[in-house]
């Protein structure tokens, strides 16, 4: 699957896990029920996957944990804030490029409509 169909399989269980849940719980819970939804469709990911950084030859081992790594091809970073902010998207498309991927998805599980609460990052595409 390429990352357009992924996040369009992310994207649905997202909008279920939301229309389930509603808002205003933790982002670990809704993590954990992402997983659980994504597992009910079969669709391949890793939960808090270790992403290192580099800086002029050194490694930083374990810098940084991605929530959710969908198919080793799109991530997910999940927030449950009242708004998204830039710091946020600045983050996800850090964590894209510390990466190499090209595509990730930030979701905010806390808006009223989930729609609102999603952004699609793409990094140097």
């Known amino acids: 699957m390429d ?6 399989e992310v994207v649905g269980a997202a909008l279920e896990v939301h ?4 808002t205003g719980l933790l982002e670990s819970v809704y993590r954990q029920a992402l997983c659980r939804e994504l597992d ?10 270790p992403l290192n950084a580099q800086y ?6 374990a810098a940084y944990r991605l929530d959710i790594l969908v198919a080793d091809r ?3 970073e999940l927030k449950a804030v009242e708004n998204l902010q830039p710091l946020h998207l ?10 190499g991927l090209r595509l990730g ?3 905010n599980f806390n808006a009223p409509q989930l ?10 595409l």
Request: no cysteine; glycine share 10%; proline share 0%.
């Open 115 to 124: 729609r609102h609460g999603i952004r699609r990052v793409v990094n140097g």
């Open 19 to 22: 229309r389930v849940l509603g």
């Open 56 to 61: 002029k030859g050194v490694a930083f081992d």
């Open 40 to 49: 009910l469709r079969g669709v391949d990911y890793r939960s808090e996957v």
């Open 90 to 99: 600045a983050q996800l498309l850090s964590y894209l490029r510390l990466s």
């Open 3 to 8: 990352e357009n169909a992924l996040s369009y």
């Open 74 to 76: 799109l991530i997910v």
């Open 105 to 107: 998805l930030l979701i």
